[in-house]
Each structure stands twice: as structure tokens, then as C-alpha cells.
């Protein structure tokens, strides 16, 4: 009978139910791309294989649909259940709860994750054995203890200690007989124990599966494990895959997980182990004995029969897979298969080795490597081997791993720095003043703040390794001291470890391994580059970061944001004194002294990215110039000033102002919410000289560059927070007229756009009006992610972990794109900017930039560019060429719906 395809199965539709009845595998929502949205990752590889032909046991998939919904509705837990048996049992042509072992059905319950996840509950084994009915044979007794002591340590810890302890109780009294410990009298005297002791516990076949599930569903939504999905921004969504099992039933049998390739290395060299006598890795019984499978044993029989099914397996999934098999009544049988667990090196050679092989296709190998997994390669990593003592546990901000030494202020990090010093910047915050600490610092903590905060956000730009919202330690800058989660006390150039790709903070020097980039891993960038059609950018905000992005194999600067150079030694006096100023004849002058600097940086610039051609389009004409977008100011001037006496006191002996004129001026410039008051364009509006001063630097940078290098400079100039069509009237007026003014002075025209940064919904809104005057748009989602939900960004972590282990929110919307809010308000603007401008250059520059569902967003609708961290920017090139590939897979499969 041919397998029907079904979508989706409403279990309270008799319809859905009597179509469900011919299939022997049900697969439920497969999408277009291969999708695991509704069946979860390990029901699509059960999918494969199956359409694949291969013969592995029945099993059912529920929908993750379905199981959310229970957590509402219990009762449909139940159905689905029951569902579940009867199409397996018609399947398998056995019954649940038969006595004859022969046509006795059990099962294996595991989770699906809808994504792949680190740490879940491992997968129940025998279930519908009947934990509390005697046992019949040696073999039975084992399944039936194992699944007895696995239930009882989900549903009742106390329960659980006290068959611990009959298992103690039995042993020892059969060691003092001197007789041999029974397999059937040991399980017999744990279920007689079990059912005493609670009445909760299932008491036949069908009830034990559902009491299985919902312990395997309770432990999946175990606190700590919601709490590593929330800092890693992945799904809290499971399906639940409920299979046959093959059980040992003969000498020899056994089961085995096999791989094809090393996973460390990527070399083809199978590795597995036979374990004769167990269910599986998940059993908590230990085999008898084992049988290594590799080449020394590649002739064996039985191996060469286990080879033979991983080789099926990896063929029909057609990519690197650890398979499942058992070995049952002496037959291998191929349980499942999952993809190889495998480093990252690993992983790309294992990609281009079976492209180059014919194997598979170039899009098919670019599919393989999992985007976030090059972070590995870019960044130190912890030695997963190395002894931990943790100190603190936050949200990993920026990945890597560093060894140094505390440093409660950005002028104890700038110190230990000079004298060689690895330092640890440790503040409950940070602000733009400590910007120089940072760039000072080998990696930065702080115990409050999101994934958007400014310590994250400057952190990643600069490659540091950085945690932020460590809220279970705390920091007192009084005392000069950190208090870790268990109480020891860390205090001024104390050694810790910090592991910014976990979150965690370690106590000590803990061993880090050095990133190694390979030719493979160029040959994969080059590969991806290729078939991408998003650019990709970088935010960079010194030269430094530029370097740093140009050699990871950006398109342009996406993002420069000019106010970290004004917090530079020598610059940041001058700012202050312009901010103090009691005219605008004095705000200019100030800004006279500070027009040298800023033309110097934007020189050095474009410099940097002068003659970077794009990767995938190579320029006939190498006097093209490369986009290097530059932010105006943008934070309240307020920002700029001291924040404690200290500072005051240094700015009084700098500037020879008094103290109370400065806390004057500060208390003026004062505000109760300054990120929703006067900054970006608003204080462009008031004191237009400010940004008159920055477009001349612009400018005149562009045309020195061009005369030195011969290669045309064409900056694109972004104004921020526009809201309303009258601020970017009139400070474009203001910047043409500075345009105007250089050519003149300097007999040559400046190359330049003028563009906006959408980061208001009324931006969004507004967007066909503001589209006719821009040249272009960039979506700083940071902002608009923060005013569309009313929530600041900088104190989001602390709500967002408890939004989303209640199921508020699926994921915090501050690093993962809210697709169905702010998303839709992206939508609006590109399509309202377009229809006034066809012209319009649209892209994204906040953090959601190297986010990958923000990157396949941004292909599927036609943006133009992201912008990311440069150390982000390999992770964004290989998920924009994915989400390349899986948009035309979209839209094939469109045209054949619409062809049938």
C-alpha cells in the first residue's frame, strides 16, 4: 500500500483518524524544507528513512502542535495516546499488554525537538511492559527494572532513593547467602517495593505509556532545562516520537550507535560499539560485554550486516549520521539515525568531502554545517575536558573563552592592560564611558542587562567574550569585590575563566583551546559566497574593528557608530567642553577641535575598505567604492558627561570650569527616560552644528582617500530615530549644504547618500514618505524590537527568562527577531519605502543581523544587506546562502502546487 503524506492530524476529526489508519509510519507536517516545525528533529529523520524504503520499526509522531495544546487541554495527552497504540499495534501486527512475549508490543518514548538542543531527557525504554506485574524470564526483568527505576526518578525522587535502596537491601543479602543475585527476584522485589510505596504509579500497559509521557514531557519542561533553551534562544517546542522496540531476546543481541566518520576530525573511519545484552545508551543497565566496530573488525559478519545498515542510513539521509541499531533475535534492525554530533571542522570536511565525492550537491554540503557552529572556529573555546568551578551563570553574550584577572573599572582594565595583563571587566553595567575599558579588557561580566545591553552589544563588536545578566553573583564596586552564587568572594586581580559561548563565569584558570582556520573552511566561505544573494556587513565602530571585519570577508561596513570615538583619550575632554557650552558661536569652536579627529578616523576607514570588491561579484571597475554607512550621534549628550565626583573633579582641572557649573549643565541635559528623549536626530534638530561638523569630516575624509588611493569614496550617511518626514527634511538640507560647501572649497564633489535608521514603528508606518527622500533604510531592530514592545532592552534579561519559561514569549525577542510583531512592521516599511522608491537600498543592522531566522526574514523578503559584529559575519555569509537555497527550494515547490 502507498504511504499517504499527511499534514496535520487533528485527533478529535474521525476523518484525520480514519486517513491515519493506512499509514504504517505516520509522518506529520513535513514542510517544504525539509522542515522539523511540527514532527520535531528526530521524527524528520524517522521521515527520511522511511521514504527512503528502508525497514525500521513503526512509529508514530505527535505533533508539537498537539502537545502544546495539551498542557491546556490534559485530556488530549490521552487521545493522542491512544491514537498512538492503536496505529502501531496495526502496524506491527502486535497488541500492548499481551502475555505471549512473541505478540507483546512495547515501546521507546523520546523527545523531537523542533531544533537542536544540548541536554534533554534521555528516551524511555520497554514502556508497556507492565513496571509492577511479575516478571516472566531473565530478559523481561531487565526491561522491566530499567523502566521501573527511569519512572520512578522523573515522578517521585524520594520513591526512587528507596528502590536504591532495595536494590542495596537484595544484593547484600544475597552476597551474605552466597548466592547469585536473580534477575526476576530483584525487579519482582523493587515493583512490590514501587507499588507500596506510591499509588501513582501505572498499573497496566496502556496507562504506563501515558504516565511515560507526560514524565518524559515534565522532564523536558525541567526548570534547568528550559533555562539553558532560554539563554541559547532555542525552541521550548517537542514533539514526541513513540516507536517499536526490538528487544534482546537471544544471546548476542544487543544494540549499537555508529557513526561513519570521526567526529572530532571528520576523517571517514566508522566507530561504534556493540553492547551486548542492552537496550540502548539510554538504558541504565550496563551490557555484559562489547564489540568495538572499525576497520579491524570490518570483516565480522554481524559488523559487516551493522555497516551495511549505518552506510543505508547515511545514504538515504544523505549526510553524516550516528545510527541506531539493535540486534534482535539475532537480525540487525536500524532503529533511527540522527545527524553526526561533530565539531565544526569536522563537520565542513565531512560537507566538502562527500560534495567533492558526488555524493551530494554543493547545496546540500552548504546545508550540512550548522552556522552557529563556526563559532568554535573563530573564537577560544573552554576544554570541555578541563575541571569547572563555576562562579556565576548568565546569558552568553558574545562567545569565546578567556583567562584574566578582575578589574572593577575601566581604568584598572586599561592599567593591567599596559602592563600585559589579560583583565576581566567586571560591572553591574557598563556604559559609554567605560568604552575604553572595554577595548582595554581581554573580556567583559556584568550581572545586569540583556543580549541587546551596551556591554553586549560592544562586547561582540569588538570580539571579546562577554556575559551579561549574571544576576546569581553579585558586584559591589564600594567594596571592589565579586560575589559568587555560592558565596566565595573574588576581589581586584583575582584569576577567573569566563566561557562566553556557555555564559558561564569560572572560578581559576580553566584550560582553552585556540581556534584553527582551515582551508576547508575557506573553501566553504568561498562555496557560500557564490550562491548567497544577501549581503553581508559588518558593525564596526574604530578602524580596528573595520580590519577585523574585512578579514572576516564582509561586503562593507554596515554600521559605524560614531560616538565610541569621541569617548578616546584627548577627544573626550573636547566633547565635554562642547556639551558645557553656553553659545553656539562655543559649541562650534569645540567642534572645530574635534573635526580633525573625526575627519582622521573616517580616513582611516576608508582606507581600510577601499578597493574590497564583492566576494561574489568581482568589480570590472576597481574605482567602485564599497559602502561604509556611518551613524550620526546618536546618544543623549548627558551620556558624555562625568557620572561621579572623580570624573568632575578631572574635567574642573581640564577645563578650568567649575564643579557646579557641570553638575548644572548635567542636571539641564537630564532625563527621566533619556533613550526615548532628546537623541539621534532629535538633538541633530537642535543643534544642527554637531552634525554639520561630522558631514564635513565625512566629506573631506571620502575626497582625501579618493585623491591618495584613486578609487571613488562613496560614504552612506544615516541619520538616527527619524520618526517624522520634517527631521530628515531638514537635516538633509543641513548635510547637502555642507556637500555643497566642501566642493566648493575643495574643487571636487563628495560621492554620498543620505539614508535613515528605522528604529520607531511610526518610522515603519511613515515609511513611503520617508522613502521618497532617502536613499536608503537600515532597520535598527535593537530600538525598534525595544519600542514596539514598550520594554527596555537593557533590563530584558531579567524579565525575559521568566516570559519565556511561562510560554509568554517563544523566545526573547531581543535575540532571536519577533517575526509576527516587529517583523511585520520591517514588512510594512520595506513595501510602503519601495512603492515610492523602487531604488531603495534596505537592510538591517542591530544584533538580530547575524541571527539566522533574521537573515532568512530578511532573504524572503528582498532585504538587501544585514549588518552583524565582524567576528559574526562567516556565521551570517554561510546562513545568507542558506537561506539562498532554502527560498528558491520554496519557490519550486510552489510552482509545482501551482502546476498540479
Known sequence: MARKKISSLDLSSPEDADAAQADLALRIGVGTYGATDEIGRTGHCLDQLTRAGLDVPPAVVIPAAILDQSQSEPDLLRRAIERAITLLEQASGKRLGAQEQDQRLLLSLRPSPLESVTGMPRALLGVGIGILAPSQSAPDAVIRRGLLRRLAAMHDDLLADTLEETIDTVLDAAESAGEAPSEIALTDALAQVAAQNSEALPANAADEVLFGAQALLAAWHAPRLQKHRAATGTSEQTALVLQELAPPMQEGDGRADLSLHDPQTGEREPGGTLTFGKLGAESPLSGTSSWPIDRAN??????????????????????????????????????????????????????????????????????????KSLEEMLHATVDPGAPRLRIAHGLPASPGAVVGRLAFSAEAAEALSITGEAAILARPETHPGDIQGMHAAAGVFTTRGGMTSHAAVVARTLGRPCIVGASDAQIDLTAQRLIACDGRVFGPGDLITLDGSEGVALAGVVQTRRPELTGAFAILMRWADEIRRLKVRANADTPHDAETARRMGVDGIGLCRTEHMFFEKGRITVMQEMILADSEAERRAALDRLLPMQRTDFERFFEIMSGLSSLREPAADMHSAVPVTIRLLDPPLHEFLPQDEDGIRDLVEATGLTAEKIRHRARELAEYNPMLGKRGCRMGVAYPEIYEMQARAIFEAALAVERRTGRQQSPEIMIPLVSAVRELELLKQRIEAVAQAVAEERGASPHYTIGIMVETPRAALRAEALGAMAAFFSFGTNDLTQMTYGLSRDDAGRLMRDYVERHVFEADPFQSLDIEGVGELMRIGLERGRAANPDLQIGVCGEHGGDLPTIQFCEDYGFDYVSCSPYRAPIARLAAAQAAILHRRAEQEAQREQGA
Do not use: C, F, H, Y
Not at 317 to 325: D, G, N, Q, S, W
Open 298 to 371: 570490518a570483516a565480522s559478519p554481524q559488523t559487516a550486516r551493522i555497516l551495511e545498515l549505518a552506510n543505508a542510513a547515511q545514504r538515504a539521509m544523505r549526510r553524516p549520521v550516528t545510527a541506531r541499531i539493535a540486534v534482535s533475535g539475532g537480525k540487525p534492525v536500524l532503529l533511527g539515525a540522527a545527524p553526526i554530533r561533530a565539531t565544526a571542522a569536522a563537520s565542513i570536511r565531512m560537507a566538502l568531502d562527500a560534495a567533492n565525492a558526488g555524493e551530494i550537491s554543493r547545496d546540500e554540503a552548504l546545508l550540512l554545517v550548522e552556522p
